[in-house]
């Protein structure tokens, strides 16, 4: 394992070609003026959250919408946990793993299009949303709601209405709020520790570990091996007007790559181009972010593949969490193929979790020409010098 010391648009991002540690919030990073406290606005955010309106001064921070306050944001329970890292790159096997920890329980996706309303009331305005504190309004008290475990009837129910969520019977998404409801209500009950698995909220993620005190966990994985699963899934040709709509974005992180990026809006390139592209793009801001977060944890997925038991149990003991005996055996169905594969979550993704760890570290040998892999080294390098080696291709 190496650390750092190694929804909604209408289109999707890509189109398919065929123990409970209670941690200390952490201080709102003032700017150049700061940020006064006013008045305490309580309960506006649920049961593990207070939101207290700020005085902007005259910081970088204060360049918000007209009309709108800053929100510092405090916690009354333990830290939540984000998984993340670029798609298809393991974080729900990570996510799934973690949940393993008996006080902690998994929610999937809140960043994802097709994330009920019921469980994030946030309408994000495109795959991949950079969230800061100048256009947070928007996410910030739906996001802090669902890392409470509080659930929306309400706004389930509205969409539901909405003509474009008919696309399977009433009745079986009356059960899908029925079945998450209780989901959620059990695991507030219980205090339970969220683990909050997306990777579509990667560029995000500092914005969601100082809003709400996150720990963070960023999959990396190799060009290749994501290129291959990109493929497997079917994902081969990438919207990048994603990035290029968000010019802040473009600005703060992915200034090097925007004549890549406009080039590959005017023409789209092919599989393999559209994958390396798109993998560069998400491991720049996560090369960044290593630089940023020296406390953040940073784990490859061949690692944790080659070395599940080892890997999995630095990872618990860094975030607070308890790798039991029952924890290990769990992990052992995560990591395995066989009978467990028909095991599933309320979120659907146990299936996608199991697997043969260590057979998945030289698929894409199988899946991906020696010409293509030659592109693929050529295209994404030298980045990829930042987290591989020669040996590992």
Same mark, same amino acid.
């Given at each position: 394992?190496?650390? $750092?010391?190694? =929804? ?18 952490? /201080? ?7 940020? %006064?406290?006013?008045?305490?606005? %309580? ?68 960043? /994802? ?15 991949? #949303? ?51 409801? $209780? ?17 579509? !909220? ?22 290749? !091996? ?21 010019? =802040? ?30 993998? /560069? ?47 290990? $055996?769990?992990? !052992? ?19 996608? #979790?199991? %697997? ?38």
């Amino acid at each position: 394992m190496t650390s $750092s010391s190694t =929804r909604a648009a209408s289109s999707a991002p890509w189109r398919s070609a065929t123990p409970r540690n209670s941690h200390q919030a952490r /201080n709102l990073r003032s700017g150049a003026g700061g940020f %006064r406290d006013t008045k305490s606005h %309580r309960n506006r955010l649920g049961g593990n959250w207070i939101m207290t309106r700020m005085e902007a001064g005259t910081g970088a921070e204060a360049r918000l919408s007209a009309g709108a306050e800053p929100v510092r944001v405090t916690r009354s329970g333990p830290a939540p946990i984000l998984v993340t890292g670029a798609p298809r790159s393991g974080s729900t096997w990570v996510g799934n793993v973690l949940a393993l920890d008996p006080r902690s329980a998994y929610i999937h996706e809140p960043f /994802n299009k097709d994330c009920p309303d019921g469980r994030c009331r946030a309408r994000f305005s495109g795959a991949f #949303t950079y969230v800061t504190r100048e256009n947070e309004e928007p996410y910030l008290a739906p996001l802090a709601d669902t890392l409470a475990w509080k659930y929306s009837p309400a706004a389930e129910l509205r969409r539901l209405r909405e003509p474009v969520s008919r696309r399977r019977p009433l009745s079986r998404d009356l059960a899908r709020l029925v079945r998450d409801y $209780s989901y959620f209500e059990t695991m507030r009950r219980r205090g339970q520790r969220v683990i909050l698995k997306d990777p579509l !909220a990667i560029f995000s993620a500092d914005w969601i570990a100082e809003r709400f005190d996150a720990r963070v966990v960023v999959v990396i994985r190799h060009p290749a !091996a994501f290129i291959a699963s990109l493929r497997a899934a079917g994902w081969q040709r990438v919207r990048f007007g994603i990035f290029s709509g968000q010019p =802040r974005l473009m600005e703060d992180r992915l200034a090097p790559y925007r004549a890549a990026v406009a080039a590959a809006e005017a023409e789209m390139p092919d599989g393999v181009s559209a994958g390396a592209l798109l993998w /560069n793009l998400v491991h720049h801001h996560i090369a960044l972010l290593r630089e940023e977060h020296p406390d953040w944890i940073f784990v490859r997925h061949e690692d944790l593949s080659r070395a599940p038991e080892s890997g999995f149990r630095e990872i618990f003991t860094r975030l607070g969490l308890d790798f039991s005996e029952d924890v290990r $055996s769990g992990l !052992a169905r995560f990591t395995s193929g066989g009978a467990a594969l028909s095991k599933r979550s309320i979120f659907g993704t146990a299936r996608r #979790t199991m %697997r043969n760890s260590r057979d998945s570290i030289a698929l894409f040998r199988e899946r991906l020409t020696p010409e293509e892999l030659a592109r693929i080294r050529d295209e994404t390098g030298p980045l990829w010098q930042k987290f591989y080696s020669d040996a590992d291709w």
